[in-house]
């Protein structure tokens, strides 16, 4: 059975910070990774998917890269802002339908 | 476009009734998700539906628990006879066609359960 594990559970950093969030999955046959973006009392927004085939992807300040052999995914935020302050939640999809495994996410919060 | 629509946004019953929430997915989006997040628990995957073919029911906890969608589009989680250990945020989210693991998925603010 797949696990996804996100490490640490929590991260406060100053401003202006890079932001370093960890993720780990136990079965390597993924179809995607995803990291979403959770803030209180909303639902999810995906800030990035990374395709089994690939490595990374980037969006903006975010780079998120895969290394499905050791089971591992990496978050990257530059330069953080209080405005990044939320939950972030690694899933890994688990089948072709695109049904998606969560870890249990780090609450980071970025202080000014 | 309009996200995906869930209402309502919080409920509070009693425990023993019925409860329906609903999902309006994003228009053109034919994979349609639930799943439960609760306090401990993380993000549970309940059930979904891709278009006609048969849901996938695997993920919900037990047959007090059943969905429908119907024409393609809204779909409907029902839980009868609530139970407390139903308190959690109902989240639904959507996705499109074309390549399914690769396309991301869009959540819904949830459904904020209650059961008293």
């Known amino acids: 059975k797949q696990e996804v594990t996100q490490i640490p559970a929590a991260l406060s950093v100053p401003e202006g910070e890079n932001l370093v969030l960890n993720c780990s999955f136990t079965d390597s046959a993924i179809y995607n990774l995803q990291w979403f973006r959770q803030d209180p009392g909303k639902g999810l927004t995906s800030l990035l998917l990374i395709q089994s085939s690939q490595r990374e992807q980037t969006s903006g300040r975010l780079n998120a890269s895969l290394d499905k052999s050791s089971g591992r995914s990496t978050l990257y935020i530059a330069a953080s802002q209080p405005g990044d302050s939320a939950t972030y939640l690694c899933a890994v999809g688990a089948d072709s339908w695109g049904k998606l495994q969560f870890g249990a996410g780090t609450q980071v919060v970025v202080t000014p | 476009g309009a996200g995906v629509s869930q209402s309502p946004s919080n409920k509070v019953t009693e425990k023993g009734k019925d409860v329906e929430l609903r999902c309006d997915p994003i228009?053109?989006?034919?994979?349609l998700y639930w799943y439960r997040q609760s306090l401990g628990q993380g993000l549970e995957f309940l059930i979904y539906?891709?278009?006609?073919?048969?849901?996938?029911k695997s993920g919900l906890p037990s047959d007090r628990f059943s969905a429908e969608r119907t024409g393609g589009s809204v779909s409907t989680l029902t839980i009868q006879r609530t139970q407390q250990e139903d308190s959690a945020v109902y989240l639904c989210?959507?996705?499109?066609?074309?390549?399914?693991?690769?396309?991301?998925?869009?959540f819904g603010n949830g459904t904020r359960l209650t059961v008293t």
């Open positions: 539906f891709q278009g006609n073919s048969a849901p996938d």
């Open positions: 989210a959507s996705s499109s066609r074309q390549v399914l693991y690769n396309s991301p998925l869009h």
């Open positions: 228009s053109g989006h034919t994979a």
